[in-house]
C-alpha cells in the first residue's frame, strides 16, 4: 500500500519552454529548453527532491503537452494520483527568454487551461486525514472551479489539523480586476497558518489600491510603512505567520515574537524565474522535519540562492545534498 503524501501542492501546472540562448532577446531565440513549471508543481517537485513524500492536485489537458507533464511529474519523484485529465481542454504553456541579471520575458498560454478545472469531486480524493501539509497558490483563486477546489483543500487540510501553506503567487494577467486579487485572498487567509509571498504580492493582497504593483512594479518607497503595517495587522485574519521574501535580503518572518530577519547568500544570478518556489520548498519541507523558523527560513534563502544561479526552473530546484554543501560551503549549517 502506497503512503498517504505528506504534502499536497494545490493549482497551477504548466510545460515551461526556457530560452538556450542566454542573454538573447525573445524575437532572437533558436531554441528552447521543456520542463515543467507553475508554482504549485514546482514546490511538489522542490520538496520531493529534498526528501518529502510530495503530491499536486491539478489538472492537464487529453493532449501531448499533458503527457509530457504527467511523465516528467512521475521522473521527478511526485505522487500524480491526483492529476486529473480534463478531456477537451489544453495543458498550459509558457515560454521564457533569460537576459540575467534582471530580465526574463515570459509569455503565459493559459486562455482556458486545464488546471482550472478540477473541481471539488477531484480534490475530495485526496485523503486529507493522512496529509501533513496543504500548499495553496493565491492564483488558483482566480478564476474556473479550481478556486472552488482550493477553498476545499484549505478547509479540509484546516480542520485535519494539517498545516496549510499560502503561496500568494500573484499573476497579474490571470486577475479581472487588480482590486480582486485582495478581496478574494484576504477572505481566503484564515484558512491559512502560514502566508508566504513578496513585498509586491503583500501590498497586493492587503492594500485597498494594489494597482500600482499589479504590473510588477516595485512597491512605492511612500507606501513601504503603510505596507508594514497592514503586513503586521494582517495576523488578525488568521495566519500565524507571515514570511515576506526580499530577495537577495533575504526573509523576514512575522510571528507573536515580531520580525525577524534572515540574511540571504550571495550569488551570481543566472535565471530568478524558480527562486520563490526553491524557497517555499525548502521552508515547508524543514518546517515538516522539525526546524524553527529561522532554521527553516535560512534554508529555504540557500535553496532560493541555489536556484538563481542555475539555468531552467524545476530542473534547477536543488536537492538535500546540494543545500547541505552550499551552506556548508558558506560557513556553516
Known amino acids: 500500500m502506497t503512503a498517504a503524501p505528506e504534502l499536497v501542492t494545490v493549482g497551477r501546472v504548466n510545460m515551461d519552454l526556457f530560452s538556450q540562448d542566454i542573454g538573447a532577446e525573445f524575437e532572437d531565440v533558436t531554441g528552447f529548453d521543456a520542463m515543467v513549471g507553475g508554482s504549485p508543481a514546482n514546490i511538489a517537485i522542490g520538496t520531493a527532491r529534498l526528501g518529502l513524500r510530495s503530491a499536486v492536485l491539478t489538472g492537464i489537458g487529453d493532449d501531448a503537452v499533458g503527457r509530457f507533464i504527467l511523465r516528467y511529474l512521475r521522473d521527478a519523484g511526485v505522487d500524480t494520483t491526483y492529476v486529473f485529465e480534463k478531456p477537451g481542454k489544453l495543458s498550459s504553456l509558457a515560454l521564457l527568454a533569460v537576459i540575467p541579471p534582471s530580465r526574463f520575458p515570459l509569455s503565459f498560454y493559459r486562455e482556458d487551461p486545464a488546471d ?22 493565491g492564483n488558483a483563486f482566480s478564476r474556473g472551479p479550481g478556486a472552488a477546489a ?7 487540510g484546516q480542520s485535519a489539523g494539517a498545516t496549510v501553506f499560502m503561496d500568494l503567487d500573484l499573476r497579474p494577467s490571470e486577475w479581472p480586476a487588480a482590486a480582486e486579487f485582495g478581496r478574494v485572498l484576504r477572505r481566503i487567509l484564515p484558512l491559512c497558518d502560514v502566508v508566504v509571498g513578496t513585498e509586491e504580492e503583500f501590498y497586493a493582497a492587503l492594500m485597498d489600491d494594489p494597482s500600482p504593483v499589479m504590473d510588477g ?83 529555504a534563502n540557500a535553496c532560493g540562492a541555489i536556484t538563481v544561479s542555475r539555468h531552467g526552473c524545476s530542473v534547477a530546484l536543488p536537492t538535500a545534498d546540494e543545500v547541505e554543501a552550499f551552506v556548508g560551503a558558506q560557513g556553516g549549517r
Not at 241 to 266: C, M, W, Y
Open 116 to 137: 482550472i478545472h478540477v473541481n471539488v469531486d477531484d480534490a475530495a480524493t485526496v485523503p486529507w486525514e493522512e496529509v501533513a501539509a496543504v500548499q495553496l497558490s
Open 150 to 156: 482550493s477553498e476545499y483543500a484549505g478547509k479540509r
Open 217 to 299: 512594479s516595485p512597491v512605492p518607497g511612500s507606501h513601504r510603512d503603510d505596507l508594514e503595517e497592514h503586513i503586521v495587522d494582517s495576523r488578525s485574519l488568521g495566519p500565524s505567520v507571515l514570511v515576506v521574501k526580499r530577495g537577495s535580503e533575504g526573509a523576514t518572518i512575522l510571528d507573536e515574537n515580531g520580525h525577524t530577519d534572515v540574511a540571504g547568500f550571495p550569488v551570481d544570478v543566472v535565471n530568478t524565474v524558480g527562486a520563490g518556489d526553491a524557497f517555499a520548498s525548502g521552508l515547508i519541507t524543514r518546517r515538516l522535519r522539525g526546524d524553527g523558523w529561522e532554521r527553516a527560513v535560512r534554508y
